[in-house]
């Protein structure tokens, strides 16, 4: 086939941030015989699904933008997740993203077969594509805790990641389990709306204090009239944010994390004044070692009268409440879960075959594992954004998509060409990235012992650990050493 070809197809999973990048940018490169399956009905992934009270995200808004499609209305210098979700869809309606989408299916099967992927729906239909890209995201499957009757409790349960908004908290007993970022960002939004709140909290955790800015009208005006200044301010943080915090947490011993931690220490000895409850909510664990918590009310909200913490373990929930561990019951009128996602997913529960009969689920037996966390060796022209071992914990998701995207853009072009007909990485290469991932991640903050979500089951964080300047210069360009590459014996012209 040639590069004016029309047969040349692609199949995207997903229709949230990765999902909208892969379609504008395929189309970027004259591809043009593409869908993507959508298995909600409607675009936005992470941003679409969880519309919690207070969500937001922690990294600052004019980095999280494609740097294609600045956006000179953002609100604050950290926005809330419904003005990230309406950017989103501006996105995708300025580059008619939506008419390339079907909502409302799930891939459920993708098998290579005689040289394509067979794509097999749960209504039922069948596709075909050359390549599969997989903008199936990290953080969409919610993780509900394993706790005795949890779903024989009466009153209102919702997981934040699935927050039912005709639900009115309004002057209820509510209970929150959990204190990752969505507890966080839900406890001061909601304490004064409620009768009495109650935060069950296995693991403290340090929160860095946050200011948050609006735009003024005359900055947005600016950025509107001039959007290269927008640009220009998305690549001032990005460089910000490559040369501090993201490098900082891959070096458990830099002076910057020093600061960050005691930034949040200060935090919580400057805001809490009850000394008890200072020290329910101090960490015995390295700041950063989790995902680190930014909050601008966080300790002020479970400070109010009418919010307590309690730290003893959950024994079972009853119909009417929560029991812990030393008897004492907790009755409620609603229950939130904020226990946040399985991380491990990716593709999963797709059922992916490679051409010799392999299941992803088999190859991915122990843990998910890829190259550089785009491909999977066996399974050829198969792409993933924001796979496994990425740098999920550090960074702006979007940037990540966009270097990952022009990493495999190349490996696209040499299939379109007719220059190879199928490529994946080779197991050696794969292998070797693993063991050199593996090392450099025990010199980061997230191996100094505390349990996140950041560990595989060996206890290694399972994120990129080296600097993001790292990740870029991987991204530049493959290194076709390192891919199997099944070749036409001449390209057609």
């Given amino acids: 086939m040639n590069t004016a070809s029309t047969d040349f197809r692609v199949v995207i999973i997903g229709a949230g941030m990765s999902g909208i990048l892969s379609v504008i940018k395929l189309r970027e490169m004259g591809i043009t015989n593409l869908t993507v399956y959508e298995k909600a009905e409607k675009l936005g992934g992470t941003w679409r699904d969880n519309n919690y009270p207070g969500v937001a995200c922690d990294v600052p808004s004019h980095l999280y933008s494609y740097s294609f499609a600045p956006n000179p209305d953002w609100s604050h210098r950290f926005s809330p997740g419904a003005e990230i979700q309406t950017y989103l869809e501006s996105v995708a309606a300025d580059h008619a993203v939506e008419d390339s989408v079907i909502y409302g299916v799930e891939v459920t099967e993708l098998k290579h077969q005689d040289g394509r992927w067979r794509i097999t729906t749960d209504d039922g239909r069948q596709d075909q594509a050359d390549v599969v890209i997989a903008a199936t995201g990290v953080l969409h499957h919610p993780a509900w805790p394993d706790i005795a009757g949890l779903h024989d409790f009466v009153g209102q349960l919702m997981h934040t990641a699935r927050w039912d908004s005709s639900v009115s908290l309004e002057g209820l007993r509510v209970?929150?389990?959990?204190?990752?970022?969505?507890?966080?960002?839900?406890?001061?939004?909601?304490?004064?709306?409620?009768?009495?709140?109650?935060?069950?909290?296995?693991?403290?955790?340090?929160?860095?204090?946050?200011?948050?800015?609006?735009?003024?009208?005359?900055?947005?005006?600016?950025?509107?009239?001039?959007?290269?200044?927008?640009?220009?301010?998305?690549?001032?943080?990005?460089?910000?944010?490559?040369n501090g915090f993201s490098n900082a947490v891959v070096d458990a011993n830099s002076e910057l994390l020093h600061m960050i931690e005691e930034t949040c220490r200060l935090n919580l000895e400057e805001s809490v004044t009850d000394l008890v409850l200072r020290e329910q909510l101090r960490p015995d664990y390295r700041a950063a070692c989790k995902r680190l918590v930014i909050s601008p009310n966080f300790y002020e909200g479970i400070q109010k009268p009418n919010a307590s913490l309690v730290t003893e373990t959950i024994t079972e929930v009853e119909p009417n409440g929560v029991r812990t561990v030393d008897g004492q019951f907790h009755e409620l009128d609603a229950l939130i879960v904020a226990t946040g996602f399985q991380v491990d997913r990716f593709l999963r529960p797709i059922d992916v075959i490679n051409p010799d009969g392999l299941h992803l689920s088999e190859a991915w037996a122990k843990r998910p594992n890829a190259y550089l966390s785009v491909a999977v060796p066996g399974f050829p022209n198969l792409f993933m954004l924001n796979g496994p071992n990425g740098p999920v914990g550090n960074f702006s998701l979007i940037e990540v998509a966009e270097l990952q995207f022009a990493y495999f853009a190349q490996l696209i072009e040499l299939l379109r060409s007719g220059e190879a007909e199928a490529l994946s990485p080779t197991f050696e290469a794969t292998e070797a990235f693993e063991g050199e991932r593996v090392e450099q991640a025990k010199k980061t903050v997230w191996a100094t012992g505390c349990r996140s979500w950041y560990l595989d089951d060996r206890g290694v964080p399972a994120a990129w650990p080296w600097t993001f300047q790292k990740f870029r210069q991987a991204m530049k360009e493959p290194d076709l050493s390192h891919f199997t590459l099944s070749r036409n014996p001449q390209p057609v012209a």
């Fill in 175 to 242: 209970g929150i389990i959990g204190t990752g970022s969505s507890a966080i960002q839900t406890v001061p939004t909601i304490v004064d709306h409620v009768d009495h709140l109650t935060l069950f909290q296995r693991t403290a955790q340090w929160v860095l204090p946050q200011e948050n800015p609006a735009y003024t009208e005359e900055e947005r005006a600016s950025f509107r009239s001039d959007p290269s200044t927008a640009a220009a301010l998305h690549d001032e943080i990005s460089e910000l944010f490559a």
